[in-house]
């Protein structure tokens, strides 16, 4: 369960963690969210909040009305840039339209901090349209909602690497569903590589560009450095 917020401001500290399948985003997220490196500001990931399925049903509609213009954003952003495939509408779109709303629902917890492989962990996976321009795509959306965010971690590793883990991950699946995966992992990869550039030149979040061949402990001990001396002190 969470604590209440120990820090003196009111309003809570949302860090997304970007980058390269297999990087290891989650790992550690969890590794600094289950150790308390963060303490005395109470961090959280989404799996530590415990909510009922029934409270959140019932709270949809609300959520649906205060979200309303990101989720017709959303939609219209899918139906300009994206093709009309299954993975896109379903696997990445389906998601993405669900965390909008998930993230107001989320804020009415008590933390200090939440970090999350989120938004725009997701967007690199969208199969564009032929001619539409991925930079300006992925652009159009992070400016979007670069509001949302105090801080990026963006994990990156190399595409041998990437690959190696992948078939690690995948090795008892069937087949089909192997294929389908590894293509997008691949365009993931090839547009996360043009995320990067996008989040490395704005200037509107600070960002953390991590190495993720590194240890799992030098990678915790960047990220709690990094919301410390950079989110914390400028907040």
Do not use: C
Not at 84 to 96: D, K, L, P, S, V
Not at 155 to 171: T, V
Not at 173 to 201: D, G
């Amino acid at each position: 369960m969470s604590r209440m917020p120990s820090t003196q401001k009111d309003r809570k500290l949302y860090v997304e963690f970007v980058g390269q399948h297999t990087a290891g985003k989650t790992t550690i997220i969890r590794d600094i969210v289950d150790r308390d490196l963060l303490k005395p500001q109470n961090a959280i990931y989404p799996q530590k909040i415990e909510r009922s399925h029934l409270h959140f049903s019932l709270s949809l509609p609300k959520l649906i009305l205060l979200n309303l213009f990101d989720v017709v954003f959303v939609s219209l952003f899918f139906l300009k840039y994206a093709k009309y495939t299954w993975t896109n509408y379903h696997a990445a779109g389906r998601h993405i339209w669900k965390m909008v709303i998930l993230h107001s629902y989320y804020s009415n917890f008590n933390f200090d901090i939440w970090m999350k492989d989120d938004l725009l962990h997701l967007l690199p996976r969208i199969e564009f349209r032929k001619k539409v321009s991925v930079s300006f795509a992925l652009n159009i959306f992070f400016s979007r909602f670069a509001h949302l965010y105090d801080g990026l971690v963006f994990i990156d590793l190399p595409y041998e690497e990437m690959k190696a883990r992948f078939e690690i991950r995948f090795e008892n699946r069937s087949n089909r569903r192997r294929l389908n995966r590894e293509l997008v992992y691949e365009r993931a990869y090839m547009q996360n590589i043009i995320l990067k550039s996008i989040l490395i030149e704005q200037s509107k979040v600070p960002i953390l560009v991590l190495d993720g061949l590194t240890d799992l402990e030098s990678k915790s001990f960047e990220v709690v450095k990094f919301i410390k001396e950079q989110i914390f002190e400028q907040d």
